[in-house]
């Protein structure tokens, strides 16, 4: 009996942590029709990824299981699945939440810490070389304009975003 | 005001000059101006999105803080970027909580969101500013009995409540315009369908499953190119055909055009000038079809 309620109490607070996490608010709509499932162009090729079974095992508080696994980090961002949701659930949105959560809790991919990296360096998710500056002028395309980096890295550090990646470190 | 402040983005500078060069010189052919700011940034993608939302969204006003200082609407060539830039747009203009949390983020960096401007992807200006019959007329070499395959990409049509481009299951405005240079956009199996381009990187044996799936079905269907609006559609689609090559040993040879550059081969613009050398796989089978060769 305790142990069931422990299960509950464990349940509760994981949707909870999920619903108040931005992108994360409509997960508890789901009534897991499975419309997601098989609208999904990653499902049809993968067993690994399923958007119904992510959003299950969320609500059933199966915390580690979800912040942990591939899973969430498969899914293609397409939105095919929230377009067609009848309950509006916001599901590329709440897969964007769990990522965020799994972020924060420093179960980060390497590609996901290099567009970090990128971001926080460069202020540019893909690099320009100086092969594609040069070229531009011959192709008649203008110069570059300056990136904003200076600015990005005060809102990098006003969100925290800046620090996120030492949790990885800090594993 | 006239004039769009151009969101360049990263990929396109950084791999697709072919991309950048078209859609300069279509655009300026048909008397839209770009206006290159300074200090723009990445838009805060998926990538960036999935670290942090709040994150993307602020990064993603701040850059709509530019355009509004300079009282100019943003034009984007990019899908993703679109999708970025817009979605925060309409998140930000239509909830009041979120504005303030971002904009006393955005304070940090002396900037403020007003929600006084608009996020437009090209496509969306060609239809509204100039427009499908006003293109047309403008036509000097029509791209006649050309196949075209459009692949509009994900990001242009979803999510549609916040991007509210087009039809999201049965989209036209790009088939309209590719009618409109005398091409023909033809359907082909699951056009609507994720190229798998933002796989890439984490799971390479997925994303080439779904772009291989995009090729058979484009040349099933009799296709002479496909034509893209995003350079990571482009990229998927494009260098991706090397890729498939040496994973499945199989060649399909289709070109993979930006919407701009067909619509700059129909207004005259001659295909060295367009720099197709950034293609991987060739386009002379497509010049050769409309006698451009």
Known sequence: MNHEKEQKTTNLAFSGTITSQLGGETITSCYQCGTCASSCPVAKITDKFNPREIIKLSLLGAKEEVLSGDSIWLCCSCYNCQERCPQKVEIADVIYALRNIAFEKGYIPNLYSEFASSVTNDGRIAKISKFMEQKRSTIGLPPLQPTGVEALRKILSATGFDKLQQKKEGM | ?293
């Open chain 2, 1 to 293: 005001m006239s004039g769009y402040a151009l969101f360049l983005g990263c990929t396109i500078p950084a791999r697709q000059p072919n991309y950048e060069l078209s859609a300069r010189k279509a655009l300026a052919k048909l008397g839209i101006e770009l206006v290159d700011l300074a200090n723009m940034t990445c838009c805060a993608p998926p990538p960036v999105q999935s670290i942090d939302l709040e994150t993307s969204l602020s990064i993603a006003a701040y850059n709509i803080c530019l355009a509004e200082e300079a009282d100019l609407n943003m034009i984007t060539l990019c899908t993703g970027c679109f999708e970025s830039l817009a979605m925060t747009n309409t998140m930000l203009k239509e909830n009041g909580k979120l504005r303030e949390d971002v904009n006393r983020i955005l304070s940090k960096a002396g900037k403020e969101f007003q929600g006084s401007k608009e996020v437009k992807h090209y496509l969306q200006v060609l239809k509204d500013d100039v427009g499908v019959a006003s293109i047309k007329q403008s036509i000097s070499k029509p791209l006649s009995n050309l196949k075209v395959a459009s692949f509009s990409g994900c990001h242009l049509l979803r999510p549609s409540e916040l991007l509210k481009f087009d039809d999201p299951e049965r989209p036209w405005i790009f088939d309209d315009l590719i009618e409109a240079l005398g091409a023909k956009s033809i359907e082909y199996r699951n056009k609507l369908k994720c190229c798998g381009g933002l796989l890439r990187g984490y799971a390479d044996d997925l994303a080439l499953k779904l772009a291989r799936e995009k090729l058979v079905n484009t040349t099933k269907a009799g296709a002479d190119c496909i034509s893209t609006l995003c350079p990571f559609c482009f990229l998927t689609l494009d260098m991706g055909q090397l890729m498939i090559k040496s994973k499945f040993q199989e060649e399909y040879n289709m070109p993979v055009l930006h919407y701009s550059e067909l619509l700059s081969l129909a207004l005259g613009i001659d295909a060295k000038e367009l720099a197709p050398e950034f293609h991987k796989i060739k386009i002379y089978r497509v010049l050769n079809k409309v006698g451009l060769s």
